[in-house]
């Protein structure tokens, strides 16, 4: 049997469509189903993972949010630069033990995401990351 891959991550939100329209504009993620009254949920995709953006009521179960997901860039500067230019707080440095990623955001109801250029196939710790980069400006 293959290994299970995670497709799809749900996000409990007061308000669907601003929470999916910021992924649209700072991560470039497609809208690609909102539910047809328009008072359900928006759903998102970068052509790999699914995040279903659900509303927050009173009737549902749970509560809003999750702890933290993770995206693989190429500039965590730019990234940066977007979640500035939403509103929001700049990416701020994770910790030098955190070996995924190196920078650590939110979104406008304050999910907290990590930010890796190097990606989570492997760990890398800052110390390692600052090393990589020395010896290929040395190269």
């Known amino acids: 049997m293959s290994r299970p891959t995670i497709r799809h991550l749900a996000i409990k939100t007061a308000n669907p469509e601003k929470l999916g329209q910021f992924y ?3 991560f470039d993620m497609d809208i690609i189903l909102r539910s047809e ?3 359900g ?3 998102v995709s970068d052509g ?5 953006l659900l509303p927050l009521t009173l009737e549902g179960s749970g509560s809003a949010g999750l702890d933290h997901f993770g995206f693989a860039i190429d500039d965590a500067d730019a990234v940066s630069e977007k979640l500035v230019a939403a509103g929001l707080p700049a990416a701020a440095m994770r910790p030098s033990n955190r070996p995924y990623a190196e920078k650590r955001g939110m979104d406008p109801d304050a999910n907290l ?3 890796s250029e190097h990606g989570y196939e492997t760990a890398e710790y800052r110390a390692d990351r ?8 040395e190269a």
Not at 48 to 52: C, I, N, P, Q, V
């Open 48 to 52: 790999y993972l699914t995040m279903a």
């Open 113 to 115: 995401f990590d930010l």
């Open 24 to 26: 649209a504009d700072v």
């Open 41 to 43: 949920g928006v759903f």
């Open 37 to 39: 009254d328009g008072a």
């Open 130 to 137: 600052e090393a990589n980069k020395k010896s290929k400006v």
